[in-house]
C-alpha cells in the first residue's frame, strides 16, 4: 500500500496542479461582474495569471479593490509603456558570473533554484528574468557548487527563483544537502511564498528533512497584507518557529494594497502572531508593467516613522530600495 501512495502527488501538489489560471474563473469565484474580464486579459497573455485556491479562499467576494486580488490581477494598466521603466532594473545579468548563481553582495550568494512560482504577482520584479536560461538541472549545479565551496568568504546560500519550494523534495533534499556540507556554510536561506500561498508544501517530510541540516535555516516568507496570514497559515509558521528556524518576512510597499498605516500595523502584528519578524519592506522596483503598484520614497518614509511611533522596533521592517551596483540593498529608514 505504501507503494501505491508513493506514486500519487502530495496535497500540496496537487493544490499546485489545480491553480486558478483563467481569469473569468476567478471572477466567478469571487462573485465580480465579469465584465472586469475586458481590463485584464491582455495582461495576462505575457504574464499569466496564476493563483492558488487556497490564497483566492481568503479574498473578500464582491470587493474588486479586494487588497489579494490586486497582487494578483492582470491590470490593463500594466500595458503602459514608460520608457524609464526597465525590463532588468537590477541589471542582475551583470552579477551573474554562472547559470543560476547571483554574487552581489559580500558574503552571501543567492541561487535561483526554480524558474516556477506557484502564484504570479503582479509587481514583481522577476517578471521579465530569463528563468528558464537561468536555472541548471541538477547536473549544472556542480559549477555552481564548486564556485560556493572555493570561495570561503561566503557563508550564507540564499535560494530563491522563481519560488525554490516548488521543487520537489528530492530535488531540495539533493540540492540543501550538498550545499549543508561545504564547511563555511553556516546558514541557509529560502526565499519562498508557498507556506503563505500553499502551507500544506510545509509537509512532515520537508519539516524531518530541514531539521536535518547543520546550519541554520532561515525561511523569509514573502506576505505582503494580514489578510494573508490565516490560521492554517498561521499554525504552519508557528510549527516551523517551533522547529527552531529563523522566521522573516519582506514585503512590498504597493499601492492600494499595504500603503497605509492600518495595513501595515495590522500586518506586523499578524506575522508576529506567527513567530515571523518583519525583515525587509521593499520599495518597488522600476520594471516595465508595475507602475500602477508604485509608492513614493517620501510616502514610504512617512509611513515608517508613523510606524516607529505605533508599534515596538522589532515589528518594524526596513525600508529598502536596490539599486545597481551597491554592495547591498540601499536602507532608507
Ligand atoms: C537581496 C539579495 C541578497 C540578500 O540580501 P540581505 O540584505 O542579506 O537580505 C543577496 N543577494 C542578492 C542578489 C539579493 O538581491
Ligand atoms: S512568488 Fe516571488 S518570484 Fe514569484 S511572482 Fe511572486 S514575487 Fe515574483
Redesign the pocket.
Known sequence: MSLIQSDQPEKWQQSLADLITDPKELLDFLQLDSQLIKLGCVASAQFPLRVPRLFAERMEKGNRHDPLLRQVWPDLAEQTLDPARSQDP?Q?AR?NPIPGL?H??QG???LTATPNCAIHCRYCFRRHFDYKSNTPGREHWREALDYVAQDSSIN?V?LSGGDPLVASDSYLKWLLSALDAIPHISSLRIHTRLPIVIPERISHELRQFFNTLNSQLIIVVHCNHANELDNQVKSTLRMLARDGHLLLNQSVLLREVNDDLASLVALSRALFASRVLP??LHLPDAVVGTGHFDVSEAEGMHLIEELQDSLPGYLVPTLVR?EPGKP??TRLA
Do not use: D, M, T
Request: net charge neutral.
Open positions: 537590477l542582475e552579477f547571483l552581489k553582495y552571501r550568494v543567492l550564507e540564499i525583515y525587509y536596490e547591498g540593498k
